[in-house]
């Protein structure tokens, strides 16, 4: 049963390990959810602890969203693992990977992506984005009453197309993304295994609906529904939202300051520990 993280299930997590694999969504998640995404900012508290980490040795970071791979990384700018396109692409520390199924079906999205722009013409306020490998309806500017009716009309066109794609329920978006059997779960298993991360705590986080396959595919760590309650397959909840991550990040690079280490006793630095001094030293792109 899912239920409220406290300070105790992370210092009881990582007591046990040596390092952390961290893999978290983006929006709503590390910044707050805005009425159009490409208004969506970073809050300078989190864009600090997401600095620490990406220079801190004893972390691996992956940042794993549905915009597209060049998007996040523009918006985040740190040294990290990006994951764009619900995982259908990856990039960072020596990963570069593209589905290889990705290419087939990009002319049929964008022949997709035209088809919807014109069925959903009667909600002016609701638009069609093509990410190149998948695209999303957005839904956050039309009335909450019409979106029965919305949906409906897109599922209606999508009959007929389920070999190549499917449709999957966002917040306040639709997610048309390519029958590939693959998502944010099979990204995050695919960066363990290339990195040799299946023995590191693995820290996953995440506010919608497809952060679930992220959810379950971790075994060994914690899994974190963020934002109000709702049915989920994460262990814990952080009703705080992105203020709740915030701390939640700090409070991992605290830990790992002053944590010993497995194999023989370790100690920071003079001058602080290790993950906060390479902080210090990083420079913001």
């Known amino acids: ?9 992370i210092q009881d997590a990582i007591a046990h390990f040596d390092r952390v694999f961290i893999a978290s969504d983006f929006d709503g998640t590390l910044c707050p959810i805005a009425s159009s995404p490409d208004l969506v900012q970073v809050p300078s508290p989190m864009a600090m602890v997401l600095r620490q980490l990406s220079t801190c040795p004893k972390v691996v970071l992956a940042i794993i969203s549905g915009r597209s791979l060049k998007d996040v990384q523009r918006r985040v700018g740190i040294e990290a693992i990006y994951g764009g396109n619900h995982g259908l692409e ?3 520390k020596g990963i570069e990977f593209l589905h290889p199924d990705a290419l ?3 002319e049929h999205l964008d022949r997709l992506c035209d088809e919807i722009h014109h069925a959903i013409a009667d909600w002016p306020n ?3 984005e093509n990410k190149s490998w998948t695209a999303t309806v957005h839904m956050r500017a039309v009335p909450i009453e019409q979106w029965p009716a919305l949906i409906s009309c897109v599922n209606t066109h999508m009959f007929g197309k389920t070999q190549m794609f499917e449709v999957r329920s966002g917040l306040a978006a639709l997610e048309i993304i390519p029958s590939l059997n693959w998502n944010k779960g099979s990204a995050l298993n695919f960066i363990r295994e290339r990195l040799g991360l299946e023995k590191t705590l693995t820290i996953c986080i995440g506010d919608d609906t497809t952060d ?5 595919a971790v075994s060994n760590g914690l899994t974190i529904r963020v934002g109000p309650y709702t049915r989920t397959d994460a262990e814990f909840h952080l ?3 992105v203020e709740g ?3 939640l990040l700090n409070q991992v690079i605290a830990l790992l300051d002053t944590a010993p280490s497995r194999s023989s006793v370790w100690r920071a630095p003079r001058g602080g520990g290790q993950c906060r001094r390479a902080a210090a030293t990083f420079q913001y792109r």
């Open 90 to 92: 990856l990039s960072g």
């Open 239 to 241: 009703s705080t939202g």
């Open 104 to 106: 087939r079906i990009h």
């Open 212 to 216: 679930e396959f992220m959810f379950r």
């Open 1 to 9: 049963m899912t239920r409220e993280l406290q300070l105790r299930d």
């Open 245 to 247: 991550v915030t701390w």
């Open 126 to 128: 609701a638009w069609v």
